[in-house]
């Protein structure tokens, strides 16, 4: 549901769309005790953590919450076998680990984010001798430059060398630089290969500029992975080694080939398929249990949350496709073997 934060009546909004949902789950049969937990959890959450928030209850646990980064259209309330985790995966999804760095003169801030989060917050101060360039005139003009220069290079040098640590310490697919056009220059000197590779220089000079091209760069990137994998997946199902389409999917899933699951998860897809709760077995069709194991029992659920879970519990990798040019039915996957 969402979590406004910029209203002034915020508070009151967050509890109304708590309350809305709350009804819905008790009018679904929802275990009273159950909907208590959740109530304790919601009353102690802060609603300007995120755009939106996924709770997830299970009975005689804790309520799982999670704040995304965007709103969502409207609440989604669902009570059933298994969790809808797609909003919650997709928007990890978007949130690729990146570092941003703020650059000048003196040095820079470093911050490294990921899962949506700051994971890691570095002020780097360097030499501030002879920043500014004097204006002595004469002979030792050129001198006092020379070395306002030389200390902005030091200085820069000092702040690529913890970039590479901070990139490479949290798997960063994209730093992202903004600051001082010189500091700038110097640093893309200073980084080595590895991290330059996947350096971007942003225009921005405010925190808002900052973060407004630093999101449309990574939806850059995710968008460019999507292409590459939905690519690969046409060209795995051409040599036998993806699956299209729910039936051979679940086919895969169930005998634990996934290598990478693609699922387009529309909120209004309720199309079912069974699972076994204790294995990978899983079914695309809810009347099939011929290939059901000995002794297992199969459960109803809604068939992307099914393709999900069995994804998951197989350490697969869950990625998240447009409607149109992916697998047939919105689930196909690019097998292991």
Known sequence: MNAPSALTDAA?????????ARKQLAEADMDAAALEVMDGTVTGLHHGL?????LV???????????????????????????????????????????????????ADIMAIDGGSLVEAIDIEGTTEFIHRGHPGGWSQRRFQQRAENTWESNAAQVADQVAKVARAHGARMVAVAGDVRAVAFLHEHLPKD???????????SDDRIAAETVRATADIVARDTRELLEAHRDACGTGNGADGATATAAALA????????????PRDERRGLVDLEGLWCSGDPTDTATLPEGSDAVEAR?????????LRS?????????????AEGIGAILRW
């Open 303 to 311: 068939l992307v949350d099914v393709a999900i879970r069995c994804a």
């Open 57 to 107: 209850q299970c009975p005689g646990m804790d309520t799982f919450v999670e704040f995304l980064d965007d709103e969502v259209g409207e609440a989604l309330v669902s009570y059933d076998t298994l969790p809808r985790l797609g909003a919650l995966l997709e928007s990890r999804q978007r949130s690729i680990p990146h570092v941003i760095v703020v650059a000048d003169r003196a040095g």
């Open 255 to 266: 005998q634990g080939r996934v290598a990478t699951l693609l699922v387009h998860d529309d």
């Open 195 to 205: 991290v330059s590779s996947i350096t971007r220089d942003l225009t921005g000079q």
């Open 50 to 54: 995120g755009s939106s928030v996924v």
């Open 12 to 20: 009151a909004r967050f509890e109304a769309n708590w309350q809305r």
């Open 315 to 327: 350490d697969a990798e869950v990625h998240f496709v447009p409607r149109h040019g992916g697998p």
